[in-house]
Protein backbone atom coordinates (compact mmCIF):
# COMPACT_ATOMS: atom_id res chain seq x y z
CA UNK A 1 0.00 0.00 0.00
CA UNK A 2 1.58 3.32 -0.58
CA UNK A 3 2.10 5.54 1.54
CA UNK A 4 2.48 9.06 1.14
CA UNK A 5 5.55 10.62 3.39
CA UNK A 6 4.28 14.45 3.63
CA UNK A 7 0.65 13.82 4.75
CA UNK A 8 -0.25 14.08 8.01
CA UNK A 9 -1.69 11.19 10.07
CA UNK A 10 -5.68 11.40 9.88
CA UNK A 11 -5.94 9.44 13.00
CA UNK A 12 -3.45 10.31 16.19
CA UNK A 13 -2.36 8.27 18.87
CA UNK A 14 -1.49 4.79 17.53
CA UNK A 15 -4.91 3.16 17.65
CA UNK A 16 -5.70 -0.25 17.66
CA UNK A 17 -9.33 -1.30 16.13
CA UNK A 18 -10.88 -1.78 19.21
CA UNK A 19 -9.76 1.36 20.65
CA UNK A 20 -11.51 3.15 17.92
CA UNK A 21 -14.44 1.29 18.24
CA UNK A 22 -14.15 2.25 21.87
CA UNK A 23 -13.44 5.93 21.42
CA UNK A 24 -16.45 6.56 19.77
CA UNK A 25 -19.46 4.41 21.25
CA UNK A 26 -17.68 6.43 24.80
CA UNK A 27 -20.28 9.42 24.21
CA UNK A 28 -22.77 7.44 23.12
CA UNK A 29 -22.51 4.87 26.31
CA UNK A 30 -21.33 7.49 28.64
CA UNK A 31 -23.77 9.68 30.39
CA UNK A 32 -24.67 12.87 28.71
CA UNK A 33 -22.78 16.10 30.52
CA UNK A 34 -24.58 19.33 32.45
CA UNK A 35 -23.43 21.13 28.89
CA UNK A 36 -25.43 18.63 26.76
CA UNK A 37 -28.38 19.29 28.63
CA UNK A 38 -28.22 22.95 28.97
CA UNK A 39 -27.48 22.90 25.27
CA UNK A 40 -31.09 20.68 24.76
CA UNK A 41 -32.84 22.81 26.82
CA UNK A 42 -31.91 26.01 25.06
CA UNK A 43 -32.76 24.59 21.49
CA UNK A 44 -35.29 22.87 22.70
CA UNK A 45 -36.93 26.39 24.10
CA UNK A 46 -36.01 28.11 20.34
CA UNK A 47 -37.49 25.26 19.27
CA UNK A 48 -41.12 26.02 20.84
CA UNK A 49 -40.87 29.69 20.57
CA UNK A 50 -40.37 28.77 16.72
CA UNK A 51 -43.41 26.68 16.78
CA UNK A 52 -45.95 28.98 18.85
CA UNK A 53 -44.89 31.82 15.98
CA UNK A 54 -45.57 29.18 13.29
CA UNK A 55 -48.37 28.38 14.76
CA UNK A 56 -49.37 31.95 15.35
CA UNK A 57 -48.96 32.74 11.31
CA UNK A 58 -50.89 29.70 10.72
CA UNK A 59 -53.98 30.99 12.66
CA UNK A 60 -53.92 34.48 12.42
CA UNK A 61 -52.61 34.77 8.42
CA UNK A 62 -49.12 35.43 6.55
CA UNK A 63 -49.95 39.40 7.25
CA UNK A 64 -48.17 39.08 10.81
CA UNK A 65 -45.22 38.74 8.43
CA UNK A 66 -43.16 42.28 7.35
CA UNK A 67 -44.07 41.30 4.21
CA UNK A 68 -45.85 43.77 1.53
CA UNK A 69 -47.40 43.79 -2.08
CA UNK A 70 -43.42 45.02 -3.00
CA UNK A 71 -41.51 42.79 -1.03
CA UNK A 72 -42.70 39.39 -0.83
CA UNK A 73 -40.17 37.04 -0.01
CA UNK A 74 -38.52 38.25 3.57
CA UNK A 75 -37.01 35.88 5.97
CA UNK A 76 -38.53 32.92 4.97
CA UNK A 77 -36.88 32.59 1.62
CA UNK A 78 -34.24 33.87 2.44
CA UNK A 79 -34.19 31.11 5.53
CA UNK A 80 -34.86 28.18 3.08
CA UNK A 81 -31.92 29.10 0.45
CA UNK A 82 -29.59 29.40 3.75
CA UNK A 83 -30.54 26.10 4.86
CA UNK A 84 -30.79 24.23 1.60
CA UNK A 85 -27.47 25.42 1.55
CA UNK A 86 -26.14 24.68 4.37
CA UNK A 87 -27.17 21.00 3.71
CA UNK A 88 -25.29 20.46 0.72
CA UNK A 89 -21.62 20.38 2.65
CA UNK A 90 -23.44 17.06 4.03
CA UNK A 91 -23.20 15.64 0.51
CA UNK A 92 -20.49 16.92 -0.80
CA UNK A 93 -18.68 15.36 1.79
CA UNK A 94 -20.12 12.18 1.58
CA UNK A 95 -20.68 11.56 -2.35
CA UNK A 96 -17.90 13.90 -3.93
CA UNK A 97 -15.20 13.78 -1.78
CA UNK A 98 -15.57 9.73 -2.22
CA UNK A 99 -15.53 9.80 -5.51
CA UNK A 100 -12.29 11.45 -5.44
CA UNK A 101 -11.10 9.19 -2.82
CA UNK A 102 -10.24 11.63 -0.51
CA UNK A 103 -9.67 9.53 3.35
CA UNK A 104 -9.98 12.46 5.39
CA UNK A 105 -13.12 12.36 4.99
CA UNK A 106 -14.27 9.09 6.98
CA UNK A 107 -13.92 11.27 9.94
CA UNK A 108 -16.36 13.87 9.52
CA UNK A 109 -19.03 12.48 6.58
CA UNK A 110 -21.40 10.77 9.52
CA UNK A 111 -21.89 14.04 11.38
CA UNK A 112 -21.84 16.31 8.09
CA UNK A 113 -24.75 14.03 6.34
CA UNK A 114 -26.81 14.47 9.15
CA UNK A 115 -26.45 18.31 9.47
CA UNK A 116 -27.62 17.99 5.77
CA UNK A 117 -30.62 15.97 6.99
CA UNK A 118 -31.46 18.02 10.00
CA UNK A 119 -30.99 21.08 7.20
CA UNK A 120 -33.12 20.15 4.77
CA UNK A 121 -35.89 19.69 7.08
CA UNK A 122 -35.53 23.05 8.43
CA UNK A 123 -35.52 24.55 4.94
CA UNK A 124 -38.71 22.57 4.01
CA UNK A 125 -40.62 24.60 6.85
CA UNK A 126 -39.89 27.76 5.33
CA UNK A 127 -42.25 27.09 2.34
CA UNK A 128 -44.73 25.25 3.85
CA UNK A 129 -45.53 28.47 6.70
CA UNK A 130 -45.29 30.44 3.88
CA UNK A 131 -48.32 28.86 2.18
CA UNK A 132 -49.86 30.27 4.83
CA UNK A 133 -52.02 27.24 4.64
CA UNK A 134 -50.27 24.33 5.50
CA UNK A 135 -52.78 21.90 5.45
CA UNK A 136 -52.78 22.41 1.88
CA UNK A 137 -49.34 21.39 0.98
CA UNK A 138 -50.03 18.68 -0.80
CA UNK A 139 -51.45 21.15 -3.36
CA UNK A 140 -47.83 21.36 -4.46
CA UNK A 141 -47.86 17.51 -5.63
CA UNK A 142 -49.44 16.07 -8.96
CA UNK A 143 -52.34 13.99 -8.01
CA UNK A 144 -55.41 13.62 -9.93
CA UNK A 145 -58.01 16.08 -8.25
CA UNK A 146 -61.43 17.39 -8.32
CA UNK A 147 -60.11 20.17 -10.30
CA UNK A 148 -59.24 18.30 -13.23
CA UNK A 149 -55.89 20.47 -12.80
CA UNK A 150 -52.10 19.85 -12.63
CA UNK A 151 -49.50 21.05 -11.15
CA UNK A 152 -47.04 24.13 -13.58
CA UNK A 153 -44.06 21.39 -14.44
CA UNK A 154 -42.55 24.40 -16.49
CA UNK A 155 -42.37 26.28 -12.84
CA UNK A 156 -39.04 25.76 -11.07
CA UNK A 157 -40.87 26.42 -7.68
CA UNK A 158 -42.65 22.92 -8.48
CA UNK A 159 -38.67 21.88 -9.75
CA UNK A 160 -37.90 23.06 -6.47
CA UNK A 161 -40.63 20.52 -4.76
CA UNK A 162 -39.20 17.53 -6.62
CA UNK A 163 -35.27 18.58 -6.21
CA UNK A 164 -35.95 19.22 -2.43
CA UNK A 165 -37.86 16.21 -1.46
CA UNK A 166 -35.55 13.77 -3.33
CA UNK A 167 -32.65 15.36 -2.22
CA UNK A 168 -34.09 15.07 1.37
CA UNK A 169 -35.01 11.11 0.63
CA UNK A 170 -31.86 9.91 -1.44
CA UNK A 171 -29.71 11.80 1.98
CA UNK A 172 -31.54 9.85 4.33
CA UNK A 173 -31.01 6.84 2.47
CA UNK A 174 -27.15 7.60 1.84
CA UNK A 175 -26.93 8.24 5.65
CA UNK A 176 -28.85 5.21 6.80
CA UNK A 177 -27.35 2.58 4.72
CA UNK A 178 -24.13 3.79 6.06
CA UNK A 179 -25.08 3.44 9.49
CA UNK A 180 -25.90 0.19 9.16
CA UNK A 181 -22.61 -1.19 10.12
CA UNK A 182 -22.62 1.08 13.02
CA UNK A 183 -25.68 0.42 14.90
CA UNK A 184 -24.50 -3.19 14.49
CA UNK A 185 -21.74 -2.23 15.88
CA UNK A 186 -23.47 -0.38 19.38
CA UNK A 187 -25.87 -3.08 19.21
CA UNK A 188 -22.86 -5.69 20.01
CA UNK A 189 -21.49 -3.18 22.55
CA UNK A 190 -24.82 -2.36 24.43
CA UNK A 191 -25.40 -4.00 27.77
CA UNK A 192 -29.03 -2.74 28.57
CA UNK A 193 -31.90 -4.80 27.07
CA UNK A 194 -34.01 -1.94 25.88
CA UNK A 195 -31.27 -0.63 23.90
CA UNK A 196 -29.89 -3.99 22.54
CA UNK A 197 -33.23 -4.83 20.93
CA UNK A 198 -33.56 -1.40 19.68
CA UNK A 199 -29.97 -1.41 18.26
CA UNK A 200 -30.54 -4.66 17.14
CA UNK A 201 -34.18 -3.75 14.99
CA UNK A 202 -32.36 -0.74 13.72
CA UNK A 203 -28.96 -2.66 12.26
CA UNK A 204 -31.59 -4.33 10.20
CA UNK A 205 -29.77 -8.05 11.38
CA UNK A 206 -25.98 -6.33 10.06
CA UNK A 207 -23.44 -9.78 10.50
CA UNK A 208 -20.40 -8.21 8.57
CA UNK A 209 -20.76 -10.95 5.92
CA UNK A 210 -18.08 -10.62 3.35
CA UNK A 211 -20.59 -10.67 0.57
CA UNK A 212 -22.77 -7.70 2.02
CA UNK A 213 -19.96 -5.76 2.69
CA UNK A 214 -19.16 -6.20 -0.99
CA UNK A 215 -22.22 -5.31 -2.22
CA UNK A 216 -22.46 -2.58 0.76
CA UNK A 217 -19.43 -0.35 -0.60
CA UNK A 218 -20.93 -1.04 -4.31
CA UNK A 219 -23.93 0.73 -2.95
CA UNK A 220 -22.18 3.14 -1.33
CA UNK A 221 -20.34 4.13 -4.68
CA UNK A 222 -23.45 4.41 -6.62
CA UNK A 223 -25.41 6.18 -4.23
CA UNK A 224 -22.00 8.69 -4.10
CA UNK A 225 -22.47 8.55 -8.51
CA UNK A 226 -25.92 9.62 -7.99
CA UNK A 227 -25.85 12.28 -5.05
CA UNK A 228 -23.28 14.37 -6.51
CA UNK A 229 -24.85 15.68 -9.40
CA UNK A 230 -27.72 15.40 -7.16
CA UNK A 231 -26.57 18.19 -4.70
CA UNK A 232 -25.34 20.34 -7.73
CA UNK A 233 -29.25 20.13 -9.27
CA UNK A 234 -30.77 21.01 -5.78
CA UNK A 235 -29.18 24.67 -5.66
CA UNK A 236 -29.10 25.00 -9.49
CA UNK A 237 -33.17 24.42 -9.15
CA UNK A 238 -32.91 26.80 -5.94
CA UNK A 239 -31.33 29.26 -8.22
CA UNK A 240 -33.48 28.77 -10.73
CA UNK A 241 -36.45 30.03 -8.49
CA UNK A 242 -34.97 33.29 -9.10
CA UNK A 243 -32.91 33.51 -12.27
CA UNK A 244 -36.15 32.86 -14.33
CA UNK A 245 -37.97 36.15 -13.08
CA UNK A 246 -37.45 39.04 -14.68
CA UNK A 247 -36.74 41.26 -11.21
CA UNK A 248 -33.20 43.20 -11.95
CA UNK A 249 -30.29 41.34 -9.52
CA UNK A 250 -32.23 38.34 -10.18
CA UNK A 251 -31.98 37.89 -13.74
CA UNK A 252 -28.98 36.70 -14.46
CA UNK A 253 -27.62 32.96 -15.72
CA UNK A 254 -24.23 32.86 -13.13
CA UNK A 255 -26.63 31.94 -10.58
CA UNK A 256 -26.70 28.01 -10.36
CA UNK A 257 -22.79 27.61 -10.25
CA UNK A 258 -22.97 30.59 -8.24
CA UNK A 259 -25.63 29.55 -5.74
CA UNK A 260 -23.88 25.92 -5.43
CA UNK A 261 -20.65 27.33 -4.55
CA UNK A 262 -21.96 29.20 -2.39
CA UNK A 263 -24.00 26.55 -0.70
CA UNK A 264 -20.87 24.79 -0.22
CA UNK A 265 -18.98 27.74 1.32
CA UNK A 266 -21.90 28.14 3.73
CA UNK A 267 -22.12 24.25 4.73
CA UNK A 268 -18.38 24.01 5.07
CA UNK A 269 -18.88 26.97 7.46
CA UNK A 270 -21.21 24.76 9.68
CA UNK A 271 -19.81 21.55 9.72
CA UNK A 272 -16.70 23.53 11.08
CA UNK A 273 -19.09 25.04 13.50
CA UNK A 274 -20.33 22.28 14.90
CA UNK A 275 -17.76 19.76 14.94
CA UNK A 276 -14.88 22.29 16.29
CA UNK A 277 -17.05 22.44 19.62
CA UNK A 278 -18.58 18.33 18.78
CA UNK A 279 -14.47 17.12 18.93
CA UNK A 280 -13.37 18.56 21.99
CA UNK A 281 -17.11 17.89 23.60
CA UNK A 282 -16.60 14.02 22.86
CA UNK A 283 -13.10 14.01 22.99
CA UNK A 284 -12.69 13.17 19.56
CA UNK A 285 -9.82 15.67 18.91
CA UNK A 286 -6.99 12.04 17.96
CA UNK A 287 -10.23 11.29 14.72
CA UNK A 288 -11.30 14.82 13.85
CA UNK A 289 -7.48 16.37 13.53
CA UNK A 290 -6.01 19.60 12.73
CA UNK A 291 -5.50 18.56 9.36
CA UNK A 292 -9.28 18.09 8.85
CA UNK A 293 -9.56 21.67 10.23
CA UNK A 294 -7.15 22.71 7.40
CA UNK A 295 -8.44 20.80 4.72
CA UNK A 296 -11.85 21.96 5.23
CA UNK A 297 -10.46 25.56 5.42
CA UNK A 298 -8.76 24.81 1.88
CA UNK A 299 -12.14 23.80 0.83
CA UNK A 300 -13.25 27.00 2.46
CA UNK A 301 -11.31 29.52 0.50
CA UNK A 302 -11.29 27.75 -2.61
CA UNK A 303 -15.30 27.89 -2.49
CA UNK A 304 -15.17 31.22 -0.86
CA UNK A 305 -12.95 32.67 -3.36
CA UNK A 306 -15.34 31.41 -6.37
CA UNK A 307 -17.93 33.16 -4.51
CA UNK A 308 -16.00 36.23 -4.42
CA UNK A 309 -15.36 36.40 -8.13
CA UNK A 310 -18.98 35.51 -8.76
CA UNK A 311 -19.96 38.92 -6.61
CA UNK A 312 -17.61 40.50 -8.83
CA UNK A 313 -18.63 39.32 -12.53
CA UNK A 314 -22.32 40.20 -11.46
CA UNK A 315 -21.25 43.81 -11.02
CA UNK A 316 -19.28 44.19 -13.61
CA UNK A 317 -21.90 41.96 -16.15
CA UNK A 318 -24.84 44.92 -14.88
CA UNK A 319 -22.35 47.64 -15.51
CA UNK A 320 -21.66 46.10 -19.40
CA UNK A 321 -24.81 44.74 -20.16
CA UNK A 322 -25.89 48.30 -20.27
CA UNK A 323 -29.00 48.00 -18.82
CA UNK A 324 -30.28 50.69 -16.94
CA UNK A 325 -32.68 48.97 -14.27
CA UNK A 326 -30.13 46.13 -13.69
CA UNK A 327 -27.22 48.86 -13.10
CA UNK A 328 -29.28 50.69 -10.92
CA UNK A 329 -30.47 47.63 -8.88
CA UNK A 330 -26.73 46.74 -8.09
CA UNK A 331 -25.83 50.52 -7.48
CA UNK A 332 -28.85 50.29 -5.00
CA UNK A 333 -27.54 47.09 -3.38
CA UNK A 334 -24.13 49.11 -2.59
CA UNK A 335 -25.37 52.31 -1.79
CA UNK A 336 -28.89 51.93 -0.92
CA UNK A 337 -30.46 51.77 1.89
CA UNK A 338 -29.62 48.15 2.66
CA UNK A 339 -26.07 48.92 2.23
CA UNK A 340 -25.15 47.56 5.23
CA UNK A 341 -26.51 43.91 4.62
CA UNK A 342 -24.20 44.14 1.53
CA UNK A 343 -21.02 45.23 3.19
CA UNK A 344 -21.23 42.94 6.00
CA UNK A 345 -22.21 39.82 3.01
CA UNK A 346 -19.05 41.23 1.18
CA UNK A 347 -16.95 41.21 4.34
CA UNK A 348 -17.53 37.81 5.72
CA UNK A 349 -17.84 35.87 3.01
CA UNK A 350 -15.35 37.77 0.11
CA UNK A 351 -12.73 39.39 2.75
CA UNK A 352 -12.41 37.44 5.84
CA UNK A 353 -11.97 34.14 4.00
CA UNK A 354 -8.77 35.08 2.25
CA UNK A 355 -7.03 35.18 5.90
CA UNK A 356 -7.18 31.49 5.38
CA UNK A 357 -4.10 31.89 3.01
CA UNK A 358 -2.21 31.71 5.91
CA UNK A 359 -1.27 28.51 7.57
CA UNK A 360 -0.58 29.47 10.93
CA UNK A 361 -4.54 30.88 11.08
CA UNK A 362 -6.14 27.84 8.62
CA UNK A 363 -4.93 25.72 11.80
CA UNK A 364 -5.86 27.88 14.47
CA UNK A 365 -9.25 26.65 16.23
CA UNK A 366 -9.93 29.98 17.70
CA UNK A 367 -10.07 31.58 14.62
CA UNK A 368 -11.42 29.25 12.44
CA UNK A 369 -14.55 29.12 14.73
CA UNK A 370 -15.04 32.45 14.59
CA UNK A 371 -14.59 33.10 11.00
CA UNK A 372 -16.98 30.02 10.47
CA UNK A 373 -19.55 31.88 12.45
CA UNK A 374 -18.82 34.82 10.10
CA UNK A 375 -19.15 33.02 6.71
CA UNK A 376 -23.23 31.26 8.60
CA UNK A 377 -24.08 35.12 8.73
CA UNK A 378 -22.26 36.28 5.48
CA UNK A 379 -24.08 33.57 3.56
CA UNK A 380 -27.34 34.35 5.55
CA UNK A 381 -26.66 37.90 4.30
CA UNK A 382 -25.89 37.53 0.81
CA UNK A 383 -29.54 35.71 0.33
CA UNK A 384 -31.07 38.60 2.62
CA UNK A 385 -29.27 40.79 0.26
CA UNK A 386 -30.21 39.26 -3.15
CA UNK A 387 -33.99 38.65 -2.14
CA UNK A 388 -34.69 42.15 -0.41
CA UNK A 389 -32.54 44.66 -2.42
CA UNK A 390 -33.60 43.30 -5.75
CA UNK A 391 -37.46 43.63 -4.60
CA UNK A 392 -37.45 46.88 -2.57
CA UNK A 393 -37.04 49.32 -5.86
CA UNK A 394 -39.71 48.29 -7.47
CA UNK A 395 -39.55 49.20 -11.65
CA UNK A 396 -42.26 52.06 -10.59
CA UNK A 397 -41.08 54.35 -7.99
CA UNK A 398 -44.70 54.70 -6.37
CA UNK A 399 -44.26 50.85 -5.78
CA UNK A 400 -40.56 51.39 -3.70
CA UNK A 401 -41.18 50.14 -0.69
CA UNK A 402 -38.86 48.58 2.82
CA UNK A 403 -39.36 45.49 4.56
CA UNK A 404 -38.82 45.02 8.03
CA UNK A 405 -39.03 41.34 9.70
CA UNK A 406 -41.58 41.42 12.85
CA UNK A 407 -40.80 39.35 15.66
CA UNK A 408 -42.77 36.13 14.36
CA UNK A 409 -40.61 35.69 11.50
CA UNK A 410 -37.14 36.32 13.34
CA UNK A 411 -39.02 33.65 15.89
CA UNK A 412 -39.87 30.83 13.15
CA UNK A 413 -35.99 31.64 12.28
CA UNK A 414 -34.68 31.18 16.05
CA UNK A 415 -37.37 28.03 15.94
CA UNK A 416 -35.54 26.12 12.87
CA UNK A 417 -32.09 26.99 14.88
CA UNK A 418 -33.21 25.00 17.91
CA UNK A 419 -34.71 22.39 16.04
CA UNK A 420 -31.76 21.86 13.83
CA UNK A 421 -29.64 21.99 17.19
CA UNK A 422 -31.82 19.69 19.15
CA UNK A 423 -31.53 16.99 16.38
CA UNK A 424 -27.83 17.35 16.45
CA UNK A 425 -27.31 17.16 20.23
CA UNK A 426 -29.69 13.86 20.02
CA UNK A 427 -28.01 12.31 17.37
CA UNK A 428 -24.63 12.41 18.88
CA UNK A 429 -26.06 10.56 22.19
CA UNK A 430 -28.09 8.01 19.70
CA UNK A 431 -25.76 7.31 16.95
CA UNK A 432 -21.94 6.81 16.33
CA UNK A 433 -20.34 10.63 15.03
CA UNK A 434 -17.55 9.04 13.30
CA UNK A 435 -18.25 6.05 10.78
CA UNK A 436 -17.13 3.46 13.04
CA UNK A 437 -16.25 1.23 10.13
CA UNK A 438 -15.00 3.33 7.46
CA UNK A 439 -12.43 4.68 9.81
CA UNK A 440 -10.86 1.33 10.33
CA UNK A 441 -10.35 1.44 6.44
CA UNK A 442 -8.12 4.36 6.37
CA UNK A 443 -6.16 3.25 9.58
CA UNK A 444 -3.53 1.38 8.13
CA UNK A 445 -2.42 3.97 5.36
CA UNK A 446 -3.26 7.17 7.92
CA UNK A 447 -2.68 6.22 11.05
CA UNK A 448 -0.17 7.70 12.87
CA UNK A 449 2.42 5.02 13.73
CA UNK A 450 2.20 4.13 9.59
CA UNK A 451 2.76 7.75 8.36
CA UNK A 452 5.46 8.38 11.00
CA UNK A 453 7.69 4.77 10.02
CA UNK A 454 7.94 5.60 6.31
CA UNK A 455 8.42 9.43 6.38
CA UNK B 1 -26.14 -31.08 10.78
CA UNK B 2 -23.79 -29.58 9.35
CA UNK B 3 -20.19 -29.13 10.91
CA UNK B 4 -17.96 -26.02 10.30
CA UNK B 5 -14.56 -24.81 11.03
CA UNK B 6 -14.94 -21.30 12.98
CA UNK B 7 -11.13 -19.38 13.11
CA UNK B 8 -10.59 -15.54 14.60
CA UNK B 9 -7.91 -13.02 13.07
CA UNK B 10 -7.15 -10.03 14.74
CA UNK B 11 -5.60 -8.25 11.59
CA UNK B 12 -7.11 -8.37 7.76
CA UNK B 13 -3.61 -9.38 6.25
CA UNK B 14 -3.38 -12.75 7.96
CA UNK B 15 -7.06 -13.68 6.90
CA UNK B 16 -6.24 -12.52 3.52
CA UNK B 17 -3.38 -14.89 2.95
CA UNK B 18 -5.32 -17.43 4.75
CA UNK B 19 -8.34 -17.02 2.81
CA UNK B 20 -5.80 -17.13 -0.32
CA UNK B 21 -3.99 -20.27 0.94
CA UNK B 22 -7.46 -21.92 1.56
CA UNK B 23 -8.74 -21.31 -1.32
CA UNK B 24 -5.50 -22.84 -3.66
CA UNK B 25 -6.29 -25.75 -1.77
CA UNK B 26 -9.81 -25.77 -2.70
CA UNK B 27 -11.23 -25.98 1.00
CA UNK B 28 -14.42 -24.16 0.74
CA UNK B 29 -15.25 -21.08 3.13
CA UNK B 30 -18.85 -20.42 3.79
CA UNK B 31 -18.11 -17.00 4.61
CA UNK B 32 -16.06 -14.60 6.11
CA UNK B 33 -17.33 -11.79 9.02
CA UNK B 34 -15.69 -8.63 9.55
CA UNK B 35 -15.79 -5.44 10.79
CA UNK B 36 -14.95 -3.58 7.93
CA UNK B 37 -14.69 -4.16 4.50
CA UNK B 38 -11.73 -5.63 3.94
CA UNK B 39 -10.45 -5.27 0.11
CA UNK B 40 -9.39 -7.67 -2.17
CA UNK B 41 -11.02 -10.29 -0.10
CA UNK B 42 -14.34 -10.51 -2.49
CA UNK B 43 -11.63 -11.70 -5.45
CA UNK B 44 -9.90 -13.97 -3.56
CA UNK B 45 -13.30 -15.64 -2.45
CA UNK B 46 -13.94 -15.39 -5.97
CA UNK B 47 -16.73 -13.98 -5.14
CA UNK B 48 -18.94 -12.81 -8.23
CA UNK B 49 -19.64 -8.86 -8.73
CA UNK B 50 -22.41 -7.35 -7.23
CA UNK B 51 -25.14 -6.91 -9.96
CA UNK B 52 -26.35 -3.66 -7.60
CA UNK B 53 -25.48 -0.96 -10.38
CA UNK B 54 -27.44 -2.79 -13.25
CA UNK B 55 -30.30 -3.09 -10.50
CA UNK B 56 -29.95 1.18 -10.23
CA UNK B 57 -29.50 1.45 -13.89
CA UNK B 58 -32.74 -0.46 -14.83
CA UNK B 59 -34.97 1.67 -12.02
CA UNK B 60 -33.23 4.90 -13.20
CA UNK B 61 -34.44 4.23 -16.80
CA UNK B 62 -37.79 3.50 -15.14
CA UNK B 63 -38.31 6.71 -13.39
CA UNK B 64 -36.82 8.82 -16.32
CA UNK B 65 -39.40 7.32 -18.73
CA UNK B 66 -42.19 7.18 -16.09
CA UNK B 67 -41.48 10.97 -15.07
CA UNK B 68 -40.49 12.54 -18.73
CA UNK B 69 -43.99 10.54 -19.90
CA UNK B 70 -46.06 11.52 -17.07
CA UNK B 71 -44.79 15.60 -17.76
CA UNK B 72 -45.66 14.95 -21.60
CA UNK B 73 -48.82 13.42 -21.12
CA UNK B 74 -50.94 15.99 -18.46
CA UNK B 75 -49.63 18.88 -20.38
CA UNK B 76 -49.68 18.08 -23.84
CA UNK B 77 -52.60 15.28 -23.73
CA UNK B 78 -54.86 15.42 -20.87
CA UNK B 79 -54.78 19.25 -20.29
CA UNK B 80 -53.01 21.39 -22.27
CA UNK B 81 -52.79 24.59 -20.33
CA UNK B 82 -51.07 27.86 -21.99
CA UNK B 83 -48.47 29.21 -19.84
CA UNK B 84 -47.13 32.69 -21.19
CA UNK B 85 -47.53 31.30 -24.82
CA UNK B 86 -44.93 28.83 -23.99
CA UNK B 87 -45.24 25.73 -26.21
CA UNK B 88 -47.04 22.59 -24.09
CA UNK B 89 -44.24 20.33 -25.02
CA UNK B 90 -41.48 22.06 -23.12
CA UNK B 91 -38.78 19.49 -23.43
CA UNK B 92 -35.90 21.79 -21.67
CA UNK B 93 -38.59 22.61 -18.76
CA UNK B 94 -39.12 18.70 -17.98
CA UNK B 95 -35.74 18.01 -17.53
CA UNK B 96 -35.13 18.99 -13.99
CA UNK B 97 -38.20 16.51 -12.32
CA UNK B 98 -36.96 14.10 -14.83
CA UNK B 99 -33.70 14.00 -13.64
CA UNK B 100 -34.72 14.54 -9.70
CA UNK B 101 -37.15 11.17 -10.15
CA UNK B 102 -34.27 9.35 -12.14
CA UNK B 103 -32.36 9.47 -9.04
CA UNK B 104 -34.94 9.23 -6.55
CA UNK B 105 -35.93 5.44 -8.45
CA UNK B 106 -32.14 4.62 -8.63
CA UNK B 107 -31.71 4.96 -5.04
CA UNK B 108 -34.63 3.32 -3.70
CA UNK B 109 -34.53 0.19 -6.02
CA UNK B 110 -30.49 0.21 -4.85
CA UNK B 111 -31.11 0.40 -1.26
CA UNK B 112 -34.37 -2.08 -1.35
CA UNK B 113 -31.87 -4.74 -3.42
CA UNK B 114 -29.23 -4.52 -1.15
CA UNK B 115 -31.88 -5.25 1.68
CA UNK B 116 -33.67 -7.86 0.55
CA UNK B 117 -30.80 -9.78 -1.60
CA UNK B 118 -28.92 -9.87 1.87
CA UNK B 119 -31.65 -11.04 3.98
CA UNK B 120 -31.13 -7.42 5.60
CA UNK B 121 -33.97 -5.35 6.78
CA UNK B 122 -36.15 -4.30 9.91
CA UNK B 123 -36.91 -7.31 12.39
CA UNK B 124 -34.14 -9.58 10.49
CA UNK B 125 -33.06 -12.29 12.63
CA UNK B 126 -29.86 -12.84 11.09
CA UNK B 127 -27.39 -15.19 13.07
CA UNK B 128 -25.09 -13.36 15.11
CA UNK B 129 -21.85 -15.28 15.71
CA UNK B 130 -19.73 -13.14 18.01
CA UNK B 131 -20.53 -9.59 19.02
CA UNK B 132 -16.50 -8.94 18.63
CA UNK B 133 -16.79 -9.45 14.64
CA UNK B 134 -18.11 -5.47 14.32
CA UNK B 135 -15.53 -4.74 16.68
CA UNK B 136 -12.21 -6.02 15.57
CA UNK B 137 -12.51 -9.42 15.30
CA UNK B 138 -12.54 -11.30 11.95
CA UNK B 139 -14.43 -14.63 11.64
CA UNK B 140 -13.51 -17.14 9.15
CA UNK B 141 -16.30 -19.64 8.39
CA UNK B 142 -15.08 -23.11 6.79
CA UNK B 143 -17.18 -26.37 5.89
CA UNK B 144 -16.06 -29.00 7.91
CA UNK B 145 -18.77 -31.39 5.60
CA UNK B 146 -15.99 -31.45 2.90
CA UNK B 147 -14.49 -34.55 3.66
CA UNK B 148 -10.88 -33.89 1.41
CA UNK B 149 -9.03 -32.58 4.57
CA UNK B 150 -9.44 -33.11 7.96
CA UNK B 151 -9.66 -30.56 10.82
CA UNK B 152 -6.16 -30.49 12.00
CA UNK B 153 -4.58 -30.01 8.61
CA UNK B 154 -7.00 -26.86 8.56
CA UNK B 155 -5.75 -25.98 12.02
CA UNK B 156 -2.46 -26.43 10.84
CA UNK B 157 -3.00 -23.92 7.91
CA UNK B 158 -4.94 -21.46 10.19
CA UNK B 159 -2.48 -21.58 12.90
CA UNK B 160 0.36 -20.32 10.63
CA UNK B 161 -1.72 -17.77 9.49
CA UNK B 162 -1.76 -16.30 13.46
CA UNK B 163 -5.70 -17.78 13.70
CA UNK B 164 -6.67 -18.21 17.19
CA UNK B 165 -9.90 -19.81 19.00
CA UNK B 166 -9.83 -22.33 15.77
CA UNK B 167 -12.88 -24.76 16.59
CA UNK B 168 -15.14 -27.30 15.22
CA UNK B 169 -18.87 -26.83 15.67
CA UNK B 170 -21.86 -28.15 14.84
CA UNK B 171 -24.70 -26.18 13.15
CA UNK B 172 -28.13 -27.77 13.98
Redesign the interface.
Known amino acids: MYISPIREPLIKGNK???QI?QDIAAPIEGKAGKTWYMGLGLSLSAMFFGLAMMGYTVWEGIGTWGLNRTIGWGWGITNFVWWVGIGHAGTFISAILLLFRQKWRTSINRSAEAMTIFAILCAGLFPLIHMGRPLLAFFVF?YPNTR???V???S?L??DV??IS?YL??SL??WY?GL??DI??M???VTSKVKKWLYS?LS????????????????SL??AG??A??VL?VHS?VS?DFATAIIPGWHTTIFPPYFVAGAIFSGFAMVLTLLIVTRKALNLENYITLAHIESMNKIIIATGSIVGIAYMTELFISWYSGVEYEQYAFLNRASGPYWWAYAIMMTCNVISPQLLWFRKLRRSLVFTFILSIFINIGMWFERFVIIVTSLHRDYLPSSWSMYKPTIVEVGIFIGTLGLFFSCFLLFIRVFPVIAI??I??VVKSSGEKETKNKS | MRRYISAYFTDEENLLSASKILREKNISIL?????????G??RI?G?K??K??TV?FIAGGIGTLFAFG??TW??VV??PLF?GG?PHF?IP??I??T???T??F???A??FA??F?????????????D??????RFLIIIDADDKKYLFEEIKVILEQEAAHDIQLKENN
Open positions: TYSTPGLWNFNPLWFATLVLFVIPGTRDRVFGWTGSVKHWQRHEKLILLAPLSISAEKT | DVLTPFPVHLDLLDSLPGFQTFDYIKAAFPIFEIVLAAFMVFLRSGLGLGAKNKIHERITDD
